[in-house]
């Protein structure tokens, strides 16, 4: 789950990282409000979860209310690459004698965390490690240690950060490392880390991505991310405990298993087809599971064909298809649909959906098979062959 800026400084006040004042507003009037008690200047930030708000005007300097208002006018409801604005982030503004950039992220293929550290900071990171890999420190961490102040001091000097504010750097890194593993956060990043005249390092800015699957250790959390500008399909799926997450194509897919789904979009693509979006059914789904899964993926309007790639261990295949034949009652889907049934009952199902002759159902033994035929139908191909 991505947080917005200011959702992800609060998280790092709390843990005693550093950041200027600030409040979130949904009005100008709130924007003029909270500016007037911050004290000017101020700089007023639109709050998506996306990059480019300061090429795309969403970031202003305001020196004074009349400032503000126009600023806040002007941002909300803004477009940001499909992203509208609907919340401001009111913040004191800083003066900034070095911008650095810091990150702990997960480093799968180690299966540690990561330190990344630089003295290049306000730019994407990936440009600094091109262009100046010696600027750039990367550094594991012992999950079973954790971050120590030695360590990060290490990491600070080595990152070449200026001699009198290493200790602050330090203190940030171990601050940023506590809510990585405390809120059992995927991703903490600060570009830029500032270091101000008075030589304080502060967080101008966070990025915060925490895992889903551990929320409910979090219930005090479970309320943020930007609820409004999520993919509505999306947020119903979630509502219904449902694993699904929206793609650009027109195939509609659903398997069982994370892996198989993951495999299935490979091979769509393979056949030059474009998924529309990712759904694992789970193991063990019944027919009312494989109805609330269809009706999910048909919520999407631009879906031209769907398939279902089912592999029955705990899943049985007559159960997907009972599930398949209730939603074509109910639902009575428009499109054309691939099927391919393999494992616990395999049979069974491909005698059920053949006896209720759905319309437009075809079905399919392999993927590969499969692959092809629901791409073809989603170019407007006749197949000619039936579940």
């Given at each position: 789950?991505?947080?917005?800026?200011?959702?992800?400084?609060?998280?790092?006040?709390?843990?005693?990282?550093?950041?200027?004042?600030?409040?979130?507003?949904?009005?100008?009037?709130?924007?003029?409000?909270?500016?007037?008690?911050?004290?000017?200047?101020?700089?007023?930030?639109?709050?998506?979860?996306?990059?480019?708000?300061?090429?795309?005007?969403?970031?202003?300097?305001?020196?004074?209310?009349?400032?503000?208002?126009?600023?806040?006018?002007?941002?909300?409801?803004?477009?940001?690459?499909?992203?509208?604005?609907?919340?401001?982030?009111?913040?004191?503004?800083?003066?900034?004698?070095?911008?650095?950039?810091?990150s702990i992220v997960l480093d799968r293929a180690a299966k540690k965390p990561l330190v990344i550290?630089s003295i290049e900071g306000g730019v994407e990171i990936e440009q600094v490690a091109q262009e100046?890999?010696?600027?750039?420190?990367?550094?594991?961490?012992?999950?079973?240690?954790?971050?120590?102040?030695?360590?990060?001091?290490?990491?600070?000097?080595?990152?070449?950060?200026?001699?009198?504010?290493?200790?602050?750097?330090?203190?940030?890194?171990?601050?940023?490392?506590?809510?990585?593993?405390?809120?059992?956060?995927?991703?903490?990043?600060?570009?830029?880390?500032?270091?101000?005249?008075?030589?304080?390092?502060?967080?101008?800015?966070?990025?915060?991505?925490?895992?889903?699957?551990?929320?409910?250790?979090?219930?005090?959390?479970?309320?943020?991310?930007?609820?409004?500008?999520?993919?509505?399909?999306?947020?119903?799926?979630?509502?219904?405990?449902?694993?699904?997450?929206?793609?650009?194509?027109?195939?509609?897919?659903?398997?069982?298993?994370?892996?198989?789904?993951?495999?299935?979009?490979?091979?769509?693509?393979?056949?030059?087809?474009?998924?529309?979006?990712?759904?694992?059914?789970?193991?063990?789904?019944?027919?009312?599971?494989?109805?609330?899964?269809?009706?999910?993926?048909?919520?999407?309007?631009?879906?031209?064909?769907?398939?279902?790639?089912?592999?029955?261990?705990?899943?049985?295949?007559?159960?997907?298809?009972?599930?398949l034949i209730a939603a074509f009652e109910e639902i009575r889907p428009a499109v054309p649909f691939?099927?391919?049934?393999?494992?616990?009952?395999?049979?069974?199902?491909?005698?059920?959906?053949?006896?209720?002759?759905?319309?437009?159902?075809?079905?399919?033994?392999?993927?590969?098979?499969?692959?092809?035929?629901?791409?073809?139908?989603?170019?407007?191909?006749?197949?000619?062959?039936?579940?």
């Amino acid at each position: 789950m991505d947080l917005l800026e200011y959702q992800g400084k609060q998280l790092f006040a709390k843990h005693g990282l550093a950041v200027s004042p600030g409040k979130a507003v949904a009005t100008v009037a709130d924007a003029a409000s909270a500016a007037n008690e911050l004290g000017y200047p101020v700089v007023v930030k639109a709050q998506v979860l996306i990059g480019g708000r300061g090429k795309a005007g969403g970031v202003k300097l305001a020196d004074d209310e009349e400032q503000v208002r126009d600023h806040a006018q002007n941002i909300l409801g803004m477009d940001i690459r499909g992203h509208i604005v609907r919340t401001l982030w009111i913040e004191h503004a800083s003066d900034i004698a070095a911008e650095y950039y810091a990150s702990i992220v997960l480093d799968r293929a180690a299966k540690k965390p990561l330190v990344i550290f630089s003295i290049e900071g306000g730019v994407e990171i990936e440009q600094v490690a091109q262009e100046s890999p010696q600027k750039l420190v990367r550094r594991h961490v012992d999950a079973l240690e954790g971050l120590s102040k030695r360590e990060a001091l290490e990491i600070a000097t080595q990152g070449r950060a200026e001699d009198d504010v290493i200790e602050g750097v330090a203190d940030a890194l171990v601050a940023l490392y506590e809510v990585w593993t405390e809120e059992d956060a995927m991703l903490t990043e600060i570009n830029p880390l500032i270091v101000t005249p008075g030589r304080d390092v502060k967080a101008l800015d966070a990025k915060v991505t925490l895992d889903d699957n551990a929320l409910y250790r979090h219930p005090e959390n479970q309320g943020l991310s930007d609820i409004q500008n999520e993919d509505p399909i999306e947020r119903r799926a979630k509502e219904e405990g449902v694993q699904y997450v929206a793609l650009d194509g027109d195939i509609g897919i659903l398997g069982n298993g994370a892996g198989l789904v993951m495999s299935t979009l490979d091979v769509v693509a393979q056949a030059g087809g474009s998924p529309a979006n990712f759904l694992d059914a789970g193991g063990g789904s019944d027919a009312e599971k494989i109805k609330q899964a269809v009706d999910l993926i048909l919520a999407n309007d631009a879906v031209k064909a769907v398939l279902f790639n089912i592999f029955g261990g705990i899943t049985r295949c007559d159960e997907v298809a009972r599930g398949l034949i209730a939603a074509f009652e109910e639902i009575r889907p428009a499109v054309p649909f691939v099927v391919r049934l393999d494992g616990t009952n395999d049979a069974e199902g491909r005698r059920l959906l053949q006896e209720a002759a759905l319309p437009n159902v075809h079905g399919a033994r392999t993927m590969n098979e499969a692959a092809a035929m629901v791409v073809a139908l989603a170019a407007g191909q006749n197949i000619g062959v039936r579940a």
